[in-house]
């Protein structure tokens, strides 16, 4: 892989103000002479390119044989993330999503909580924390493609880095050669409760589909017991054998989700998970390692890009909403449960989703369970775009479905897409 630095300005809107440095590396085309350079990042916020592509160097065997692999490591998010790129000087932690406020006083509360959380961080470097929206990665890959003398960019972005060519392709519609969207969700939808709706009964699915197993397999009480599960945690947090740790209901929701994403493999344990706590004893959703609670990151990107609940109201009236939608995942592992962490955050929402403008030429989608279809309505705004569906579980397909690859590499040479929608 070469490596080089590029310097961009910490804020786009100060284009000769003080410069942060990010790393780039490249892996050549094999052929006798490169088309041409694909962009490539992998989410996160915070996925070391770099380290990334040096990891799995044979994903892109195919299409070195006629393009270069460009990646970088993005902006603020440095060593302890394994960039190379300038960081944030400061510790992420993860934090338990926090609990839904019951009243205003709880409001207040979690505002504070919050701000101390991001205060710790924001401090080291307030100027580089203002400025590390996805739509600031966006502006990054536009300089990217200029130091490469390209004329256009062609761009594959896996999971949250689906959200940077969203907003390139907002920002830049004019400099898109190709742009493939694979495993991520949408960040340009025009009415945000709509998308977060959509959210719901996405991870409402993952649930049924369990559940239309378990009625040949053995397991057919479970639906039943999962509903008064739920219900019971809604009163009172469902005892574990690991001290100090019991669930409420959106805590059972989310674990309950990660398992049903991961398909029959994981079935037979969620089944054994509900009917233990069906007898009080929710110890078989205890993770194995790690978090004893549902929990993320500090939200340095993330709260710059999603709209977050102005006071309690707001935030009972989704949940209501979303519970309506999706009775038994309700909120959990959407953007209305993840957002309550960035309430009392001191940067604003900067970059809110927006729809993609007219003119765009066709993009490809690609996605397992549920990213599809948000995939989907995504490009459904852009005219002779496709999606390829995996009808399975899975996070992202390029780089392990061979079929997919195949396809988005064809799109990325020959600017040739797959039927609009195409299964692999």
């Not at 839904?100 to 101390?116: C, V």
């Not at 609670?293 to 709209?307: H, L, M, R, S």
């Not at 009236?317 to 959990?332: D, H």
């Not at 690609?366 to 989907?376: H, M, Y």
């Amino acid at each position: 892989m070469e490596c080089a630095d590029l310097q961009v300005p910490v804020d786009w809107q100060k284009p000769d103000g003080r410069k942060i440095t990010l790393k780039l590396g490249r892996l050549k085309a094999t052929g006798t002479s490169s088309e041409g350079s694909v962009l490539v990042a992998y989410g996160g916020p915070g996925g070391p390119g770099i380290a990334i592509t040096q990891s799995n160097p044979g994903w892109w065997a195919k299409l070195r044989e006629r393009m270069d692999i460009v990646t970088w490591d993005t902006r603020g998010y440095g060593g302890q993330f394994r960039g190379l790129s300038t960081g944030l000087q400061c510790v992420w932690t993860r934090i338990p999503i926090p609990d839904l406020p019951e009243d205003d006083a709880d409001f207040g509360r979690l505002s504070d909580t919050n701000r101390g959380y991001a205060e710790a961080c924001r401090l080291k470097d307030p100027e580089l924390f203002a400025n590390m929206s996805s739509a600031d990665q966006a502006r990054d890959m536009e300089a990217i493609r200029k130091a490469l003398g390209e004329e256009k960019l062609n761009y594959y972005g896996a999971s949250y880095a689906g959200f940077y060519g969203q907003d390139y392709a907002r920002l830049f519609p004019g400099r898109v050669r190709t742009m493939v969207l694979d495993g991520t969700w949408s960040h340009s939808a025009a009415d945000w409760e709509h998308e977060l709706e959509e959210m719901a009964r996405s991870n409402e699915q993952f649930l049924r589909r369990f559940f239309t197993w378990c009625a040949d397999h053995d397991c057919a009480d479970v639906p039943g017991l999962w509903r008064t599960v739920i219900a019971r945690a809604d009163r009172t947090p469902i005892p574990t054998k690991t001290a100090n740790v019991a669930y409420k209901t959106r805590d059972l929701q989310s674990f309950a989700l990660a398992l049903a994403r991961q398909g029959d493999t994981a079935w037979p344990k969620l089944a054994q998970a509900i009917r233990k706590a069906a007898k009080g004893d929710a110890s078989g959703f205890v993770p194995e390692r790690g978090a004893r609670y549902p929990d993320q990151a500090t939200g340095v990107t993330e709260c710059t890009d999603w709209p977050r609940a102005a006071n309690r109201a707001e935030v009972t009236a989704a949940v209501k909403r979303l519970r309506r939608v999706a009775p038994n995942a309700g909120t959990a592992n959407t953007m209305a449960s993840a957002t309550l962490a960035c309430i009392g955050w001191p940067q604003p929402v900067t970059n809110p989703p927006a729809p993609l403008p007219k003119g765009l030429p066709p993009m490809l989608g690609a996605g397992a369970w549920g990213e599809s279809d948000a995939v989907q309505r995504v490009l459904s705004q852009v005219p002779g775009s496709a999606t390829i569906h995996h009808d399975g579980p899975g996070h992202t397909l390029y780089g392990v479905n061979a079929c997919a690859r195949d396809h988005i590499n064809t799109y990325f040479t020959d600017r040739r897409l797959p039927a609009t929608t195409t299964k692999c």
